[in-house]
């Protein structure tokens, strides 16, 4: 009778140290939180979107962006779905260098320091023309297609905004570079122009070290600015070619003597 009443104590016993180990070796989840951006290198005030993944689901995401020149900004509205991951879109300022990000939820934190702003780029339009007539104003600049209008021999128009270059006012006798398009062929294997257009800074003559293709339709000019430009302010600049010339209303700022 003993026996049998130890023999069921230990069984309980037994039994009650099993359900503890197995109540002992339920994991505990743990996330392991990084964030990542579409790109490496963007365009100086080029948008990055960053990606989250790893953190607490459903819950606020504090993103911090801490920019070259040191200043902290934050991403507003970023908050995790319900498998821990988000999307954020960050517009930076017009500042080249480097960026670095940091999400956090309270309990993990992710950092990417691998953002570099220092690419140069460019965004391109073209004008779609209305109608057939060569000096055809009716169309729109669009960065699809120039459209079914263009008819054999007429001149097809783009434009061209260079980012990822930043400028500070030119010097008198400083050699500046300049952007244009609509300037014609060049020599078969070359990228020069057989015949330099004629650049004009404040009503001056400046002089024309380079003028070639740099891009498909995108020509770069090196320009000499004239020393006797006035100073202080912006002053006007066209270019002449045959008997064509740019539009008008493009500036360039000259530094104080």
Known sequence: MKSKILTGAWKKTALTALVACLVLAIPVMA??????????????????????????????????????????????GVTTDTAGAFTANYAPPQEPG???????????????????????GYNKGVYNKGTTSPTDTTGVWTTGNAGSNYLENQWAF?????????TTPAKPGETIVLYGTGFGSTISGQA???????????????NVAFAGLVGPGLYQFNVTVP?????????FVVALLANSETQAGVFIPITAR
């Open 227 to 235: 020393a006797t430009v006035a100073s202080g302010q912006d002053v």
């Open 192 to 206: 020069a122009l057989p015949v330099n257009p004629t650049i004009v800074i404040d009503g001056y003559v400046a």
């Open 98 to 120: 480097r960026y670095k990000l940091t999400a956090t939820d309270g309990a993990n934190t992710a950092t990417t320091a691998s953002t570099e702003a220092d690419a140069i």
């Open 31 to 76: 996330f392991t939180a990084q964030i990542t951006t579409d790109k490496k290198h963007y365009s100086v005030g080029e948008g990055m979107v960053v990606s989250g993944t790893g953190f607490t689901p459903q819950v606020t995401i504090t993103l911090a962006v801490e920019r070259p020149d040191h200043q902290i900004d934050y991403v507003p």
């Open 158 to 166: 783009y434009q061209y905004q260079v980012t990822g270059v930043t």
